[in-house]
């Protein structure tokens, strides 16, 4: 009797737990659920390394070295490999190269490494002149420090052997598919944040240049609630990029310095697109890098209204681009964001050493900093940066969220509705490479580029007789005269008027649509002096504010 109810028990949970889907992995070694350190003694280039399901204390990989051509993969079998830990890492590659790291050996679970808590360290640490990894599926969470480190610090217990920069590169990063949510510090910490130099005090307080990282590429990972950025890379000036993806709620420890959903660190050189971005403590994106850079498609919404909410002095912008170390002939190119809400000014330019900024075609939308600085509330360019320096165009601004007409606001779906006043606003950009749109849909789709990250499919959304459109004034920054785009003006008045920052209007005429030549009102400005101001456009059927620049 006593033999049958086991038996039914036995049943029972045969017929309730589902079971995993495994892939059919051809594993080369099996490493069992109670071995927590694998070393590369008996594996080869080529070979894959199964970790077994079950749960483990930590798991460190230990002089593994693949080749380019035959790299070892790294992968789970039969389900989840679960870690909860005291130690002060999940998983630790130590002088490991040419390694695929990737959790999708069952083919029903997303994360097939699931480190679910380091209670003294980082979950994922790249170390010890680790170089060549592609890491995939994998899920950190709680974890004291960063969620996923990779970088080789200088200093490894001996003065005489440091790793510096002309002794060690580390070579193509790849993080992509991974979930990463509640942890202390950055999600991804990639790079030494010391690029121009670090001390290193128990070596008679030597100063010495970290290694650099040619190749990152981060991408496709959800991230949520990082107590500092919740993506950084730093010391990486070649073949980086940042894209596609998803950031909540980063910065809630609000550690100065350490406030932002993506940080481009000093010495990188990344592309950063195509990410969303939602109700950060910090700046949308950080850009201290090299220069020569493109940031362009991200959608970025509220950023750092959470951050001191009732205290507009402490500032938080949609993207900041600030200066560490900056390349001689060094451009910016900020193109197609979609910024919402930012706290302060949407996009905040300091960088006086670059040769010149481009802010074009982005949409911003109810910036904070409307109350107390409207001026720059939308492009704040810092005093220090010479007009000529900066190309501002065809941006789309509103005061408020409705006005560009997103698809549905209640549910934050911000693409844009057929009828949208930020279709075809945009100019060209396709020589600069921007051919499709955060969704990765082809751009332009009608007539022109739409303002800011979505670009309309709907065939029904184009130019019509009850549109108006104007563009963006030019030249600018602009000396005798401003030129201002119709593509279509329906009404009979136009009046422009140049207001002085503190209120005072300098300049109010009215035209009549005939005065429009070769689809461009002319507007004579010989009489204003060098300076910021703002040109007010108002139709029948239109009014804006937009910030204009006259250099004399």
Known sequence: MKKALIILIGLSLFVYIPLIAQKDVNCTIVIPVGEFIVDGTDISPGDVVCILAGDKDYILFKDIQGTEEQPITIINKNGPVVINTEHFYGVKFDNCKHIIFSGTGSEDIDYGFQIKRVANGTGISIDNKSTNFEVENIEVSYTLIAAIYAKTEPYQGDCNNLVTRDNFTMYNLKFHDCYIHNVADEGFYIGSSKYTGLTIYDCNDTVVLPHVIIGVEIYNNILERTGWDGIQVSSSPEDCSIHDNIIREDSWEEYPGQMSGILIGGGSVCDCYN??????????????????????????????????????????????????????????????????????????????????????????????????????????????????????????????????????????????????????????????????????????????????????????????????????????????????????????????????????????????????????????????????????????????????????
């Open 275 to 552: 990410n969303q971005i939602y109700d950060g403590k910090g700046d949308g994106i950080d850009v201290l890098g090299l220069g020569n850079m493109m940031i362009y498609n991200n959608l970025i919404v509220r950023p750092g209204r959470m951050f001191f909410p009732g205290q507009p002095d402490k500032f938080k912008h949609g993207i900041w681009i600030g200066e560490v170390v900056t390349s001689n002939n060094a451009y910016f190119k900020v193109y197609n964001n979609t910024i919402i809400s930012p706290k302060s000014s949407g996009i905040k330019y300091t960088n006086a050493n670059a040769s010149k900024g481009y802010f074009i075609n982005n949409l911003i939308t109810d910036p904070g900093q409307l109350q107390h600085d409207p001026q720059n509330a939308y492009l704040n360019i810092d005093n220090s940066i010479a007009p000529n320096k900066v190309e501002i165009s065809h941006n789309y601004l509103s005061e408020n969220n409705t006005s560009p007409k997103f698809m549905n606001l209640y549910d934050e779906i911000f693409d844009l509705l057929p009828d949208s006043p930020a279709i075809n606003y945009g100019t060209f950009l396709t020589n600069e490479g921007v051919t499709f749109d955060i969704f990765n849909r082809a751009r332009p789709f009608h007539t022109y580029f739409d303002a800011g990250a979505f670009e309309c499919h709907d065939p029904s959304a184009d130019i019509n007789e009850n549109k108006e459109v104007i563009g963006m004034p030019y030249p600018m920054p602009a000396s005798n005269k401003i030129y201002i785009p119709f593509r279509k003006f329906n009404g009979n008045i136009i009046t422009v008027s140049i207001i002085s920052l503190q209120g005072r209007v300098l300049l109010k005429q009215k035209y009549r649509n005939y005065d429009i030549s070769d689809k461009n009102l002319v507007v004579i400005i010989e009489n204003i002096k060098s300076g910021n101001y703002i040109l007010n456009i108002t139709t029948d059927n239109y009014s804006d504010n937009k910030p204009i620049i006259i250099l004399k």
